[in-house]
């Protein structure tokens, strides 16, 4: 039963005054326990979870802004995440958060809630929906913050922060600090939730804009305490950092640790202002840790083939995560533009972990890399389509057969149906340069992926219409490629109804285990989040058949959806990945495809990750 009291809050602030005494600390944390199905917030534990937050309050002094919506004049927004105790998206239509509230949505979720049963808690930002006059939608973007909005971003405003805690695992459970030996401290999850919601984050630029290509931490707070960059995972510290001899609180492993100095420092340097004044020099060093609240950052061969690519749809970041979403690369890799990135992973150097490929959004000159997956230095780049600037879409995968990712661009909206395949062996030389749908007048881009559809040990390629095009898959032998040949490995058909003209997402990955990849095809841009898998083998046939169709998130979204697939749980089966579409939030989903059905309903979740920077473009995977 949901708890008789949903929510609390505590610390008032009177008359909007900024109390220079610091007795009450401009930010206000207003908890709600409607989510928290299984009560697992007992009244001590509220207490203990407000404890954390007091603890953190002198570091938090922003004046936040308050969030009216207005239906009148068309201001609308709902907050929106996954609850991850019954595995549905939460919706909350306009919702009034008061000056320097941020809401904190937290609940208990059993073990199998989460990617890993050993997991602590999770916790991150809540999403949004928006739709209003751009002075009004800036007041949830930014919430007063100037440097939320200015480029670089160089400030965090939140309005609502989601926590679940793994319930089936047991925690040490008092304001004390807990002795030697002890289970894991609850506070200090608590408090290392709290700070990932609060801004240390891959996904905030406020945080990235600091963190060098070698995954170090240099902002001036951080640097003037430690004297030097700091080893980072993108969302943590390096596992066993201490500053002073005291583990620091956000490395990805439970040490028991509440805030530390160098974690306060970090606080300050995304945008925080501070009611305590900074420590003097302390020692960075190092010691070891008990895995518990993320993954390992050297990971073991195992999590490499889960590996995927993020990209901001409206931004310059992009990212490899591993199979629970935590990145271990962040590159800005054209830091001159800032309007989107779109991405796709393989392993072009044939060292076993898969490198970022990138390609520039509308607005430059087309642009893609290649970046090493170890250390973001450029392996390849290249202008592919001279001076033409809609846009690109990436793909990799091995099209000839030699055992090396082969690199595929094809233009978005303007650029015609052409495809451009290169050797990822034969350094980068092209294998192929065709109209990947036939209609060359057509002028609204194509969108490519890389899959042995019919099982001969060559990646095929998949072809599908871009903008003002319908949702038409072209499919294309890879071993005739390889021959200079084009022969069709199945015929074309409409993915989606035929008199839409939005084109289509596509991306392939064998969800069946049968030895074939399957075709995942997303909505396109002004359609629904709406995800349908289709036989590969079936495919080939002749024959559309579906093997799973959902929405991934919200269903009156219409932004579309980009799509990937990596076997993300070790099952053998390939997951599907999404990431929200245009002005659609920034939300990144996986699928269990172990739980999908052709009748529909959506598969269990394995991942959600919320973001809430002001990214009109969405997020792509690859």
């Not at 708890?3 to 609390?8: E, I, K, L, T």
């Not at 010691?287 to 993020?310: C, E, H, I, K, Y």
């Not at 533009?337 to 390609?359: E, M, Q």
């Not at 898959?473 to 490995?489: N, R, W």
Request: charged share 15%.
């Amino acid at each position: 039963m949901p708890p008789a009291h949903p929510s609390s809050s505590w610390c008032v602030r009177l008359g909007g005054e900024r109390l220079e005494s610091r007795d009450c600390p401009a930010v206000v944390f207003e908890n709600d326990y409607s989510q928290d199905v299984f009560g697992y917030f007992t009244p001590e534990r509220r207490a203990l979870l407000e404890y954390a937050q007091q603890q953190l309050l002198p570091y938090l002094q922003d004046n936040l802004a308050a969030i009216t919506p207005d239906p009148a004049r068309g201001n609308n927004w709902s907050i929106q995440f996954l609850n991850t105790a019954t595995g549905q998206n939460v919706v909350i239509p306009n919702p009034t958060i008061p000056a320097s509230v941020i809401r904190i949505y937290a609940w208990g979720a059993p073990a199998g809630s989460f990617p890993r049963p050993d997991t602590l808690a999770t916790g991150a930002s809540a999403g949004f929906s928006a739709q209003g006059y751009p002075a009004w939608y800036d007041t949830i973007v930014a919430r007063g913050q100037t440097g939320r909005l200015a480029t670089p971003v160089s400030d965090t405003s939140v309005f609502a922060i989601r926590i679940d805690v793994n319930m089936d695992v047991p925690q040490y459970e008092s304001t004390t600090p807990p002795p030697p030996g002890s289970p894991s401290d609850l506070v200090s999850t608590l408090q290392h939730e709290l700070l990932h919601g609060l801004g240390f984050t891959s996904s905030n630029p406020a945080t990235v804009r600091w963190i060098n290509p070698a995954l170090e931490f240099i902002g001036p707070a951080v640097f003037a305490l430690t004297g030097q960059p700091v080893p980072t995972g993108g969302s943590h510290w390096a596992p066993g950092l201490t500053i002073d001899g005291v583990p620091a609180l956000m490395g990805p492993y439970q040490t028991n640790q509440r805030l530390s100095t160098l974690d306060a420092a970090l606080l300050a340097d995304i945008g925080w202002e501070s009611g305590v004044p900074p420590p003097g020099r302390g020692v960075l060093g190092s010691t070891g840790g008990t895995p518990g609240l993320g993954d390992p950052l050297n990971d073991p061969p195992s999590t490499l083939s889960g590996r995927f690519a993020v990209g901001q749809g409206g931004g310059e970041v992009a990212a490899i995560s591993n199979p629970d979403g935590t990145p271990v690369l962040l590159a800005t890799p054209f830091p001159d533009f800032a309007g989107g990135v779109r991405t796709a992973a393989a392993d072009f150097n044939r060292d076993g972990i898969p490198d970022l490929v990138v390609g520039t959004g509308p607005g430059t000159t087309a642009r893609v890399r290649v970046l090493d997956g170890r250390d973001a230095r450029e392996l390849f780049a290249i202008t592919p389509f001279g001076d033409f600037t809609g846009g690109v879409y990436v793909a990799a995968g091995d099209l000839n057969g030699d055992r090396v990712a082969d690199l595929v661009i094809s233009p978005d909206e303007g650029g015609g149906p052409r495809v451009l395949a290169l050797s990822g062996l034969d350094n980068f030389a092209t294998l192929a340069d065709f109209f990947g749908i036939a209609d060359p007048n057509f002028r609204g881009g194509c969108r490519v992926a890389v899959g042995d559809v019919n099982g001969d040990g060559f990646g095929d390629l998949l072809v599908a219409a871009g903008v003002g095009g319908g949702p038409r898959v072209s499919g294309y032998d890879g071993k005739s490629l390889a021959a200079g040949a084009f022969a069709p490995v199945f015929p074309d058909f409409f993915v989606f109804e035929e008199t839409l003209r939005n084109g289509a997402f596509i991306a392939v990955g064998d969800v069946d285990a049968d030895g074939r990849a399957d075709l995942i095809a997303g909505g396109g841009p002004g359609g629904g989040p709406r995800v349908l898998v289709l036989s590969g083998q079936a495919l080939v046939g002749g024959v559309q058949q579906p093997l799973g169709d959902f929405f991934a998130g919200d269903t009156g979204s219409r932004g579309g959806v980009r799509v990937t697939a990596r076997d993300l749980n070790a099952d053998g089966r390939a997951d599907v990945i999404t990431g929200s579409g245009d002005d659609a939030g920034t939300r990144l989903n996986a699928y269990d495809t172990s739980s999908m059905t052709p009748t529909g309903g959506t598969p269990r979740v394995l991942i959600s990750l919320d973001f809430t920077q002001r990214f009109p473009g969405g997020l792509f995977v690859g």
